[in-house]
């Protein structure tokens, strides 16, 4: 099966600079890339989300990409704010069979 | 406008007592899937239907059962709750099989005393 690992476990950054989170997969099969971000106490909620046939995709200030030679896949937000602060997941799966979540990335964004 | 509803959302059951948990959609999905989220770990799928089709992961225990009755709804059996089972039990739903978003809801948090 999948096998999803994510780095790094914490990430702190301050308030308009980047944040990079890494991901990589097992599964060669795997076609669909989201990434979560979760509040406490809250919901999983979709940012953005790639899939096999595309190498990068972006979204205002969120851009993910995806080298499938590699098997591995990236997160990047800028100019971040404290409102970013949260846990961020990676997963990957085959046509969501069976979603594999990274371990998660606890990103602040120091004001 | 809630999509995906989880009811209830906090569940206090007895060790060994059986807990029935409930999600309902609202998005006419046909895949519905159930994740156990413990404290600080990334969600863990334990099944899904896909339409009636039910798809049980190979590690998740005999302990945990689903039913799908309809479309909307879908049900997370626990039959005999141990401490270890205490978690955040997440449904979520997709559109259909294939690359597509999935659609959380809320959450049950679930404690066993």
């Known amino acids: 099966g999948e096998n999803v690992e994510q780095h790094p476990s914490t990430l702190s950054v301050q308030e308009g600079d980047s944040a990079v989170i890494k991901c990589t997969y097992s599964?060669?099969?795997?076609?669909?890339f989201p990434w979560y971000k979760q509040e406490l106490g809250k919901r999983p909620q979709l940012i953005i989300d790639?899939?096999?046939?595309?190498g990068e995709k972006k979204d205002q200030r969120i851009a993910v990409t995806l080298n499938k030679t590699a098997k591995h896949f990236s997160l990047h937000i800028t100019e971040t704010q404290p409102e970013d602060s949260a846990v961020y997941f990676c997963?990957?799966?085959?046509?969501?069979?069976?979603?594999?979540f990274g371990a998660g990335t606890r990103l602040t964004v120091k004001p | 406008d809630a999509m995906v509803i989880q009811n209830p959302r906090y569940q206090v059951t007895q060790f060994g007592k059986p807990v029935t948990l409930s999600c309902s959609q609202t998005?006419?999905?046909?895949?519905m899937y159930w994740y156990q989220q413990k404290s600080s770990q990334a969600p863990k799928l334990l099944f899904h239907?896909?339409?009636?089709?039910?798809?049980n992961e190979a590690d998740t225990p005999d302990n945990f059962q689903s039913r799908r009755p309809n479309t909307s709804f879908c049900f997370l059996d626990i039959r005999s709750p141990g401490l270890g089972d205490a978690a955040m039990y997440l449904c979520?739903?997709?559109?259909?099989?294939?690359?597509?978003?999935?659609?959380f809801g809320p959450g049950t948090r679930l404690t066993v005393t």
């Open positions: 239907y896909y339409d009636k089709d039910f798809n």
């Open positions: 979520a739903t997709s559109a259909d099989r294939g690359p597509y978003e999935q659609y």
């Open positions: 998005l006419n999905h046909n895949v």
């Open positions: 599964d060669s099969a795997s076609n669909y």
């Open positions: 790639i899939r096999s046939n595309v």
């Open positions: 997963a990957a799966s085959f046509n969501n069979n069976d979603m594999r």
